[in-house]
């Protein structure tokens, strides 16, 4: 991969440019006419010769540049999902033997790779509170830890891990650090400037952005990702030149719609904190999110998830989502479409007890924001939570807060 300065010309100066840009009008040879990247549906490529050989580029190689210049990364390795790029980065890089540290409020599958999977090659995991910078520094410091693997924010709760500090926590024992950096997107955060020494993002959410691709990528160093590279080459798991087609129109409005997601997220969650019938609102943006703090240093925009817990048990929580008429209810986020999704529902063959374990409720809500308009949103969340019976018992709010 070339330098990620070279990636940065001085014409381009700006993430919203280099998301329409980068990599295509830089030494992009134009074989047609077209405005848009042609889709090549071919495994194989032949060559003239061996020069134009190692000469050669293709549609994979635009887009690995694009997200090189987003992330701020020398080398980036796309795939055919989010998943993939996890199982990938935590094979290629956990030896046999190693250790790992992740959080509990993580994606549930990567979690359930971690925990089932791994070991049977010998691979342990310590779980930790995403914030349990304590916790971290005595594992890293009395323990041979190979990767510190989390999300920031993490999914469904949206906690934020300070990626500075524990890279430096981590660095100093020679443990890598690896940031699931999806519900951010590389335009609200840079994880890698951060000092993390990995980004995975699951491109099927806010880079593809229009539901219709299933992607993933890892960003890192040239080293790092050329291991990972030979460890993807034995597994499979390669995009197709559909799939890379779509990312790259995918990723030229990404900045138009995160810029409408952020807005949208912030202004619901604000709304909803203050309504009666709403009891919790989990939101990075929110002055009384745990880690407003760390969020407002590191993050430019702070997503367009929502996650909340209505006022109610689980038959008043399905009210509510049924009562929706504008949000799809579907498990997926990050796209044009508002999706909202209920985690005891999605998880229903799993005992309340085991959900309980990692803060599932009956009454928890995962909104996530399309680029619908603000008004109409807002107007149909309001119907859907005057369907809802009001408990007989009060609940506090934060003082000040309105429905703006």
Same mark, same amino acid.
């Given at each position: 991969?070339?330098d990620?300065?070279?990636?940065?010309?001085?014409?381009?100066?700006?993430?919203?440019?280099?998301?329409?840009?980068?990599?295509?009008?830089?030494?992009?040879?134009?074989? %047609?006419?077209?405005?848009?990247? @042609?889709?090549?549906s071919?495994?194989?490529?032949?060559?003239?010769n061996?020069?134009e050989l190692?000469?050669?580029?293709?549609?994979f190689?635009?887009?690995?540049?694009? =997200? #090189?210049?987003?992330e701020?990364?020398e080398?980036?390795?796309?795939?055919?999902s989010?998943?993939?790029? +996890?199982?990938v980065?935590?094979?290629?890089?956990? @030896?046999?033997?190693g250790?790992?540290?992740?959080?509990t409020?993580c994606?549930?599958?990567? !979690?359930?790779f971690?925990?089932?999977?791994?070991?049977k090659?010998?691979?342990?995991?310590t779980?930790?509170d +995403?914030?349990? =910078?304590?916790?971290?520094?005595a594992i890293?410091?009395?323990?041979?830890v190979?990767?510190? /693997?989390?999300?920031?924010p993490?999914?469904p709760?949206? &906690?934020?891990?300070?990626?500075?500090?524990?890279?430096?926590? #981590?660095h100093? !024992?020679?443990?890598l650090?690896c940031?699931?950096?999806t519900?951010?997107?590389?335009l609200?955060q840079?994880?890698?400037?951060?000092?993390?020494?990995?980004? =995975?993002?699951?491109?099927?959410?806010?880079i593809?952005?229009h539901?219709?691709?299933?992607a993933?990528?890892?960003?890192?160093?040239?080293?790092?990702v050329s291991e990972?590279?030979?460890?993807?080459?034995?597994l499979g798991g390669?995009?197709s030149?559909?799939?890379?087609y779509?990312?790259?129109?995918?990723?030229?409005?990404?900045?138009?719609?995160v810029?409408?997601?952020?807005?949208?997220?912030?202004?619901?969650?604000?709304?909803?904190?203050?309504?009666?019938?709403? +009891? !919790?609102?989990?939101y990075?943006?929110?002055p009384n999110?745990?880690?407003?703090?760390i969020?407002?240093?590191q993050?430019?925009?702070?997503?367009?998830?929502?996650? /909340?817990?209505?006022?109610?048990?689980l038959?008043t929580?399905?009210k /509510?989502i049924? +009562?929706?008429?504008? @949000?799809y209810?579907?498990?997926?986020f990050?796209? #044009?479409?508002s999706?909202v999704d209920?985690?005891? %529902? &999605?998880?229903?063959?799993?005992?309340?007890?085991?959900?309980l374990?990692?803060?599932?409720?009956?009454n928890l809500?995962?909104?996530? /924001?399309?680029?619908?308009?603000f008004?109409?949103?807002?107007?149909?969340?309001?119907q859907?939570?005057?369907?809802?019976?009001?408990?007989?018992?009060?609940?506090?709010?934060?003082?000040?807060?309105v429905?703006?």
């Open positions: 991969m070339e990620v300065n070279k990636l940065k010309p001085s014409f381009l100066s700006s993430d919203e440019s280099l998301a329409v840009h980068a990599g295509e009008r830089l030494g992009r040879e134009i074989v %047609t006419n077209s405005i848009t990247i @042609p889709i090549v071919t495994t194989t490529y032949f060559y003239k061996s020069s190692i000469d050669s580029k293709s549609i190689v635009m887009e690995v540049q694009r =997200i #090189c210049a987003l701020g990364a080398s980036t390795l796309v795939m055919a989010g998943m993939c790029a +996890s199982t980065v935590l094979l290629a890089m956990v @030896p046999r033997g250790h790992i540290v992740t959080t409020d994606y549930k599958e990567t !979690r359930m971690i925990e089932t999977f791994l070991p090659l010998g691979i342990t995991a779980l930790i +995403s914030t349990d =910078i304590a916790g971290l520094q890293v410091n009395n323990h041979e190979s990767m510190f /693997f989390t999300a920031s993490t999914n709760f949206l &906690r934020c891990v300070d990626i500075k500090l524990v890279s430096e926590i #981590c100093k !024992r020679g443990t650090v940031i699931d950096g519900i951010a997107t590389p609200n840079k994880a890698l400037a951060l000092g993390a020494d990995l980004v =995975i993002q699951s491109a099927t959410k806010y593809g952005g539901n219709d691709v299933l993933g990528c890892i960003s890192g160093s040239m080293k790092l990972i590279r030979i460890m993807h080459n034995l390669t995009l030149p559909n799939a890379a779509l990312l790259i129109r995918g990723i030229k409005t990404m900045h138009l719609r810029k409408q997601q952020n807005s949208t997220a912030l202004r619901m969650a604000h709304v909803l904190e203050a309504h009666p019938k709403v +009891s !919790r609102v989990y990075p943006g929110l999110h745990p880690e407003h703090h969020a407002k240093r993050m430019t925009g702070f997503g367009g998830l929502v996650t /909340f817990e209505i006022d109610g048990d038959e929580t399905i /509510f049924d +009562s929706l008429k504008i @949000p209810i579907a498990t997926s990050g796209g #044009c479409e999706f209920q985690p005891a %529902t &999605r998880n229903w063959d799993v005992p309340q007890e085991e959900r374990k990692y803060g599932l409720k009956d809500v995962r909104f996530s /924001f399309g680029v619908e308009d008004e109409d949103l807002k107007a149909d969340i309001l859907a939570l005057e369907t809802t019976p009001t408990k007989t018992s009060s609940v506090s709010h934060q003082k000040g807060a429905f703006d």
